[in-house]
């Protein structure tokens, strides 16, 4: 598992205590439970996930095993401004590897890592749909639609000053 | 929507949403109240248009006029000129590519006339919030029907002689599944609906429950109905937030209104559904690995038989229908077995929708009958291939699919012809590509995917493709081998037969069927180390063309890494060490001085 150990108050384990409850402290709510903890705390570090175990009565290892076979988990917090670059087939025949590339070379981090000013990630998904606009490139919740590498420059100036 | 004289239908659907520089809602509903309209004139959220390409979309209703590419700016005009005037803003109609007339209204467009709508009737008609427009248009009427009328044996036969297939990929007739379930004795039984599309390039399922969540409700009730199961469930895919959002909604609606929960239209029926979100695995579109996500598992596929209809969620009979077979339902009902049959080829009936994508003119949502060829999609509906280029290849069945080729344009399109030409129907994504996509590449593209989706479980599947991959990725990077060919023919072979579910089985088709069309492709990366397409970034090298080059340094000044050097005046030059291959220069060169090799 990760190896920076992640402190939690006691706060933030009566939060997990009550998403838990609120599901019933159901072993087949579990993936739900997930999903409402990362929305909370932003990822899943072990030690949540060992709370979150010992709250729906299932074993830390197979939380664990959930939270690695599903690609929508993480256990690295994500950057202020994730960037997602949608490498589905329709962005990819329209050029997405290339602004991928330049996502990587301008941030000079990898796919799935954060910046170290802890400003930007890179994550690559799949298809959001919107095949009109290939490629696509979303920053939060924003779309940004038709990116060329030329442009991608400019989508990361528009958050790199804002705080 | 009745005490409204006219209606301005705002597409709500993510390719328009993000098209949009600005909130066009907003923008249109301050423009009417400033005009003191907003109480005859009502601007709606709807579900998706289809057409994409040129979003966002705006119908104004009762007249039918089609505006595209409307921007917030554009909101006075349409107001001033449309709404007040009675004049078509002329900038913002389609306009054709070729002829350059202006055409107002979408039944005259390429793009929609040999579409028929069934599952998608609703998108764009209906506010997708508002059960009531729904009913307006014989919403929740089948459901009736049903209840009131038929019974459960009569509505599976109706399903059953529809001849309505499976719309999730597999195509497996809808009727005899529900027989199935019906036919297994239990105290609870499930009925499951799969929205978790994980196929990339495929989004009819969330464009239907954008636009139109109720008509999956009503065909979920109807399928529960009939074989008696009490228990819903949607299985989504949490990447779709507006989906859940107005799926929510709509199931509340249906609530308050009774026709969900107890006693359904005093039939004596009781029936609710809930919400399980997937997490972004695509083998949990197969509906084993599916149940076992519901149930808080990781989502690997169970062995079959035992069949879901038979052993399923909770260990109870369960039916697992697709989001657009279930849009179908209650047309089917409405309209009858025999007019759903009429329309499609001998063996498969009804409609497809298609998410039409890639190097097409028209990129969008389409729904045609089956039978409909390939050349009709592409060239009629979707206007051609981009930027005048030439046509190569069009990919149907997503990861699971093939590639098809200048030959098959004229097959019709249905489950059976497309497996007979080695592709698949897949949930329907079409991606079309031109002269400079490399078909390796492509191929290397899928099992990257199929790669990362694979859930372990068994061999064939999680090493195979791995191997595979590895094999395509030695060929794009030119060192490749001629028996690498053999061994690519041979691993496929036997992952396709040794694979424990669907996507192992299926997942060297794009391998397969890229051999099979584009055989000379693969041996010219292989023999001659030559990628003809220009895309296996190994094989090729940019140069500058002496002769051409007049120094004006444009190339040198927008290459990223500072690879070209020379003087102004002067011919420049490449450093090979340094270049990446992002082929700026030859972008920005006016002069035809760079050249690849």
């Known amino acids: 598992m990760s190896s920076v150990k992640v402190e939690l108050h006691q706060k933030d384990v009566d939060k997990i205590k009550a998403i838990a409850k609120e599901h019933h402290n159901e072993p087949e709510e579990l993936i739900n439970v997930l999903h409402a903890t990362q929305e909370f705390f932003g990822y899943l570090p072990a030690e949540v996930q060992e709370i979150v175990g010992e709250e729906m009565n299932v074993s830390a290892a197979k939380v664990f095993g959930v939270v690695t076979f599903y690609s929508f988990f993480t256990m690295t917090p994500m950057g202020r401004y994730p960037i997602s670059i949608c490498t589905g087939t329709a962005c990819y025949v329209r050029g997405a590897e290339t602004v991928l590339d330049e996502f990587k070379r301008q941030l000079n981090v990898e796919v799935g890592v954060t910046t170290e000013d802890g400003k930007f990630s890179i994550n690559c998904l799949r298809c959001v749909g919107a095949c009109g606009l290939a490629p696509v490139v979303m920053v939060g919740d924003k779309t940004y639609g038709r990116v060329s590498p030329d442009g991608v420059k400019d989508i990361i100036d528009e958050y790199k000053d804002a705080e | ?597």
Not at chain 2, 374 to 386: A, D, M, P, S
Not at chain 2, 430 to 451: A, G, N, P, Q, W
Not at chain 2, 548 to 566: F, S, W
């Open chain 2, 1 to 597: 929507m009745a005490k409204h004289k006219m209606n301005l239908m705002v597409c709500g659907g993510t390719g328009c949403y993000a098209s949009a520089k600005g909130d066009l809602v907003k923008a249109l509903s301050e423009e009417l109240e400033a005009n003191d309209l907003s109480g005859e004139v009502q601007v709606i959220t709807t579900g998706c248009f289809g057409f994409c390409e040129k979003g966002p979309i705006v119908k104004v209703l009762p007249d039918n006029t089609f505006y595209v590419e409307v921007q917030p700016e554009d909101a006075e005009q349409i107001v001033k000129e449309h709404v007040i005037k009675g004049r078509k803003v002329e900038k913002l109609l389609y306009k054709h590519p070729h002829t350059k007339e202006r055409i107002s209204d979408s039944v005259h467009m390429d793009f929609y006339k040999k579409q028929i709508r069934i599952a998608l009737r609703n998108c764009g008609i209906v506010d997708p919030e508002s059960i009531d427009d729904y009913i307006a248009r014989e919403g929740y009427q089948a459901l009736g029907t049903v209840l009131g009328e038929l019974g459960p044996q009569k509505t599976i036969d109706i399903m059953k002689e529809s001849g309505l297939r499976g719309r999730g990929g597999g195509g497996f007739p809808a009727g005899l599944k529900w027989q199935f379930a019906k036919n297994n004795p239990s105290d609870e039984k499930y009925v499951v609906c799969n929205a978790d599309e994980g196929d990339p390039g495929a989004f009819m399922d969330r464009s239907i429950l954008e636009g139109d969540p109720h008509t999956v409700i009503e065909a979920m009730i109807i399928n529960g109905y009939a074989i008696h199961a009490n228990e819903g469930l949607v299985y989504i895919r949490a990447e779709y937030p507006l989906a859940i959002k107005r799926l929510k909604i709509a199931l509340n609606q249906a609530r308050e209104y009774g026709l969900l929960g107890k006693d359904i239209l005093g039939s004596g029926f009781d029936f609710d559904i809930q919400i399980r979100y997937g997490a972004g695995a695509f083998v949990c579109g197969e509906e084993t690995a599916l149940i076992q996500s519901m149930e808080g598992e990781r989502g690997e596929p169970t062995v079959k038989p035992p069949f879901p209809a038979e052993s399923g969620y909770r260990g109870k009979p369960t039916n697992v229908n697709n989001v657009e077979t279930y849009a179908n339902i209650p047309v089917i009902i409405n309209k009858g077995a025999s007019w759903f049959a009429s329309i499609g080829s001998k063996n498969s009936k009804g409609t497809k929708v298609f998410a039409l994508a890639g190097k097409v003119n028209n990129v969008g949502l389409i729904e045609v009958p089956m039978g409909t060829t390939l050349r009709e999609v592409i060239f009629e509906i979707g206007g051609g291939i981009k930027d005048g280029k030439k046509f190569k290849a069009v990919q149907t069945g997503g990861p699971s699919g093939g590639c098809l080729t200048h030959k098959h344009l004229d097959t019709p399109i249905d489950y059976d012809n497309l497996i007979k030409v080695g592709s698949m129907m897949g949930s329907g994504g079409m991606i079309v590509m031109d002269e400079d996509d490399c078909m390796v590449s492509v191929s290397k593209f899928y099992l990257d995917f199929t790669v990362e989706e694979s859930c372990g479980k068994c061999s064939p599947c999680r090493i195979g493709n791995k191997r595979l991959y590895e094999i395509l990725e030695r060929i794009t990077d030119g060192k490749g081998k001629k028996e690498d060919l053999d061994k690519l023919r041979n691993l496929s072979t036997v992952i396709k037969e040794a694979s424990l579910c669907g996507l192992g089985q299926t997942s060297p088709n794009p391998v397969m069927s890229t051999m099979d069309n584009f055989y000379e492709e693969y041996e010219q990366h292989v023999t001659d180390k030559k990628c003809a397409a220009g895309s296996c970034k190994s094989l090729m090298s940019y140069h500058i063309i002496a002769e051409n080059c007049v120094g004006c340094t444009a190339c040198a000044r927008k290459c990223p890494v500072n690879c070209i050097t020379g003087e102004k005046k002067q011919v420049h030059e490449i450093k090979q060490d340094l270049c990446i291959k992002c082929g700026n220069c030859m972008e920005v060169c006016k002069f035809n001085a760079v050249t690849i090799i």
